[in-house]
């Protein structure tokens, strides 16, 4: 079989070890190796470092918005988030007994041409949450900055959008190891200052008004629940494996996904009780909150520790968006374009620069609609989570690493049943689902009448059952149709 060369990114041979100070030339080659390295412990440092910022305090005003009690919002928040970041350790297996990034070996179930759907549909959710993130950085930095007293213009914005910029895609364009370190250390710095900040909003909390909160409907706490794991663990499915594919063979799997389950959800969870306990305590600043997080989480502060509110914010956004465009530029490289890893995130950081810049100086209401786009495309994430979820259960060995680089392998070009789950589940996702943030997604949720659940206007209308939907459908449907297939390509001989 001919092979491209290593410094394409779509190569089978190992390339050459990367030293820590050096471009990571690997791509979505197989790792060698001699290059396999670090313990599954490690892992807890990115996974951390993504998702320990102060946005997390406002997942208590959002699930609170359902009209459920504080008790139904901790059991919602910690099992949504808590279960969607063990679904990133599940994946994350794929990784250590691939040695290859998530979208090349979710090539095993939907064939190496067929897999180009799901690869599409990860880098433009991976691309477009890097964008939201690094424009919330920006603007975040001149709302505190006008807090302060201080200028926060147009001059202000664009030097805050150039440093978060040059950290997120440098970042991104040196890779694996450079980013490990990098999320060591917003770890340790943001975990720290976020501490002191629950520390100092602490008189803010009123348990009396906090436990007085009616309790909500069963449909209220299931929309809570699905937006916990929407918002979390389902946000990074599509990146498990990227992070756990240097481990070597021998690590342990359990190590794997307890390291990745603890990483991602340990500061959610703790963010998000806090926030219910805030926002639980004040209807006013709960409501603040859900509009503008920032602002409002910024006005509990004494003005000496905004500056380190500031850095707190924008440390936790570059956390997630170094992920984000690490793994959008394998996204992209699995979904065919033949450049080096490094020039891949480049593409991937320009366009976020230009999509941030479009966000910050000129639009006038876009992230409540961009939020909609992210969570229609979380749609057929989740179908195709289930699939690969299953896929990887089903199992029994490790895969054909060539192969997966082969469509005359024994993984096949297209593979038609995944297809047709991942597009089952998408359409009665769709139709399960309702979107307020834009206009132009209201013709979601067109299955609610339909199976009696009261239209777009019922009680179930805001549950949100679609993003659960999609999930079982492609991983059940998985379980079911495909222990034949998946048995065939383990039995050929290599």
């Known amino acids: ?114 897999n180009r759907v799901p690869s599409v549909l990860s880098w433009i959710l991976t691309v477009g949450w890097e964008t939201a993130l690094v424009s919330l950085a920006t603007l975040a930095t001149a709302q505190v900055f006008d807090q302060l007293g201080w200028s926060g213009g147009t001059a202000t914005k664009l030097v805050a959008l150039l440093v978060v910029a040059a950290l997120v895609v440098g970042g991104g364009v040196l890779g694996f190891d450079v980013i490990m370190r990098m999320q060591a250390v917003i770890t340790w710095v943001t975990g720290v200052l976020t501490v002191v900040y629950i520390v100092l909003v602490a008189d803010h909390m009123d348990w009396s008004a906090v436990s007085a909160l009616p309790s909500g409907s069963t449909a209220a706490f299931i929309g809570a629940l699905v937006l916990a794991m929407t918002g979390y663990g389902f ?75 500031i850095l707190v914010v924008v440390l936790g956004l570059i956390g997630g968006a170094l992920l984000d465009i690490y793994s959008s530029g394998l996204s992209l490289l699995a979904a065919g374009l033949r450049v080096p890893r490094p020039v891949a995130a480049s593409i991937d950081g320009t366009l976020m620069v230009l999509g941030t810049i479009a966000v910050v100086f000129f639009a006038d209401n876009f992230i409540g609609p961009f939020q909609g786009f992210l969570i229609t495309l979380g749609v057929p994430i989740a179908a195709w989570c289930g699939i690969m979820l299953a896929d990887i259960a089903l199992r029994k060995r490790d895969y054909a690493e060539a192969e997966l680089f082969d469509p005359r392998g024994r993984y096949g070009s297209v593979q038609p049943v995944p297809l047709i789950l991942l597009v089952l589940g998408t359409v009665l996702g769709w139709g399960l689902v309702t979107n307020t943030f834009a206009g132009w997604l209201d013709w979601q949720g067109y299955l609610l009448e339909v199976f009696g659940l009261g239209g777009r206007d019922g009680a179930w209308a805001y549950a949100n059952l679609g ?13 079911a149709l495909r222990r034949r297939a998946v048995r065939a390509q383990e039995d050929l001989v290599r």
Not at 237 to 263: C, E, H, I, K, M
Not at 467 to 479: E, K, N, P, R, S
């Open 235 to 309: 946000g990074w499915v599509n990146a498990a494996a990227d992070y756990s594919r240097y481990l070597p063979r021998q690590a342990s799997t359990a190590g794997v996904v307890g390291w990745t389950t603890f990483g991602g959800a340990l500061a959610p969870v703790l963010l998000l009780i806090a926030g219910l306990l805030l926002a639980g305590s004040d209807a006013e600043l709960s409501a603040a909150i859900g509009a503008d997080p920032i602002g409002a989480l910024g006005t509990l502060l004494p003005t000496w520790f905004l500056v380190p509110f």
């Open 1 to 114: 079989m001919a092979h491209e060369s290593v410094h394409t990114g779509t190569s089978t041979p190992a390339a050459a070890p990367t030293p820590r100070v050096a471009v990571e030339t690997n791509g979505i080659n197989v790792i060698a190796e001699e290059e396999r390295k670090g313990t599954p412990r490690q892992l807890f440092w990115p996974w951390f470092g993504a998702n320990v910022s102060v946005f997390g305090l406002a997942y208590g005003s959002f699930l609170l918005g359902f009209g459920i009690s504080f008790w139904q919002a901790v059991i919602a928040g910690v099992v949504g988030i808590v279960v969607s970041f063990l679904l990133c350790g599940l994946i994350a297996i794929a990784g250590k007994r691939g040695s290859a990034p998530t979208l090349i070996l979710s090539r095993a179930a939907f064939g190496v041409d067929g």
């Open 467 to 479: 993003v659960l939907v999609a999930f079982l459908i492609g991983l059940v449907g998985t379980l």
